[in-house]
DNA sequence: TCCTATCTTTACCAATTGGTACAAACACAG
DNA sequence: CTGTGTTTGTACCAATTGGTAAAGATAGGA
């Protein structure tokens, strides 16, 4: 039962990325089983609720890491400056200075967004409710701060959706940098 | 064969509803005839490329459009202030206030991103020069020009991602609000 | 009226889709 | 070794996919 639960854990890395690559739709379970290796009795076995399951549990990883990693963070550390900065940080690295793809912002724009729909709402709306906490300990007020904490992910979702258009991911470093710049954590070079 | 024509240029809104709707996968050639009334003879008379075809020709008339009502203005408008302007009243206009997503931006996130991937592309990458040239007639030096012109076209993205994931358009029209304030069309108001 | 080009309907196709059933292989505790 | 529960491979399913073929309808000009 140890290796079940290890194996299952293990899956989820391939599930996202194949979600990521081709969309929820796109990701047949001919293209799954390939990917991990294991027939559609085995895949069958870990998520019996067939590719829904697959994508929720991919959803649960995704929310517990943003909960653990961000949302977290921008609520309780001390210092917001640091706060908002380690949120740019983690969000660099997570989505591979812009290499990769948010799939809950890919999921809010396919076919299959009435499936997720409230999935995806409560990611953003608590992804904006943390930054926006945090943006007004760091002096702003209240409605500069939900003004400016819909910005910054705004940038952060267009900066993702023009890196992968454009095929160049340095647009979203630049974004990612541009907004260090403007949120004070340093100072313009020129 | 002007009636042939008219009925061809008719079809291309729903046509891109649907893709806008669904994505290019999701949107069957079912659905395509459900919605136009039109048999699948009759859709592979206008288009006997078939769903590829479709996809290009409504990409052609997004071209169309945005190339007249957008980048043409940027490059051509003697005030570049009014140019910049108008871009955004046009992009409103065209995303019915954040109601409505953008088929390129969404393609770019799908997974049939491969197949239109040059057009993407250059749909950005215009749009890119265009406005970073309006902001450098407007007085920013190239690289600042350069700058706020990506994030310019990120905000507008992240911004109907935005609006779409959490359901509520109004997201859209303060970002846009917001940029209007920022490129000094309109005075803060507090 | 007849002819021709445009358009539509209908039936069909092979391939693939997500999902199920179930027996065989496996690991492992007793 | 035996028995038990977990994991897998294989075969199968109905439904749907994009696409084709070709007969039939509809018009407009000569």
């Given at each position: 039962?140890?290796?079940?639960?290890?194996?299952?854990?293990?899956?989820?890395?391939?599930?996202?990325?194949?979600?990521?690559?081709?969309?929820?739709?796109?990701?047949?379970?001919?293209?799954?089983?390939?990917?991990?290796?294991?027939?559609?009795?085995?895949l069958y076995h870990f998520f019996p609720g067939g590719k829904e399951e697959m994508?929720?549990?991919?959803?649960?990883?995704?929310?517990?890491?943003?909960?653990r990693e961000v949302f977290k963070p921008l609520r309780e550390e001390a210092d917001?400056?640091?706060?908002?900065?380690?949120?740019?940080?983690?969000?660099?690295?997570?989505?591979?200075?812009?290499?990769?793809?948010?799939?809950?912002?890919?999921?809010?724009?396919?076919?299959?967004?009435?499936?997720?729909?409230?999935?995806?709402?409560?990611?953003?709306?608590?992804?904006?409710?943390?930054?926006?906490?945090?943006?007004?300990?760091?002096?702003?007020?209240?409605?500069?701060?939900?003004?400016?904490?819909?910005?910054?992910?705004?940038?952060?979702?267009?900066?993702?959706?023009?890196?992968?258009?454009?095929?160049?991911?340095?647009?979203?470093?630049?974004?990612?940098?541009?907004?260090?710049?403007?949120?004070?954590?340093?100072?313009?070079?020129?």
């Amino acid at each position: 039962m140890a290796k079940r639960a290890a194996e299952r854990a293990d899956l989820l890395p391939i599930l996202a990325e194949l979600f990521r690559e081709y969309g929820f739709e796109a990701a047949s379970l001919a293209l799954i089983g390939e990917r991990t290796g294991l027939g559609k009795g085995s895949l069958y076995h870990f998520f019996p609720g067939g590719k829904e399951e697959m994508a929720n549990a991919v959803l649960d990883e995704i929310d517990g890491w943003f909960e653990r990693e961000v949302f977290k963070p921008l609520r309780e550390e001390a210092d917001p400056q640091r706060a908002v900065g380690g949120m740019l940080t983690a969000v660099d690295a997570y989505f591979r200075s812009g290499r990769r793809v948010c799939l809950v912002g890919a999921l809010a724009l396919a076919e299959t967004r009435s499936r997720f729909a409230e999935r995806i709402r409560t990611y953003f709306a608590d992804w904006n409710v943390a930054l926006t906490g945090a943006l007004q300990r760091a002096g702003h007020g209240a409605v500069a701060a939900a003004a400016l904490s819909e910005e910054i992910l705004a940038l952060i979702q267009g900066g993702l959706v023009l890196a992968r258009a454009l095929d160049d991911p340095a647009v979203f470093e630049r974004l990612l940098a541009g907004l260090r710049v403007r949120l004070g954590q340093l100072l313009p070079t020129s």
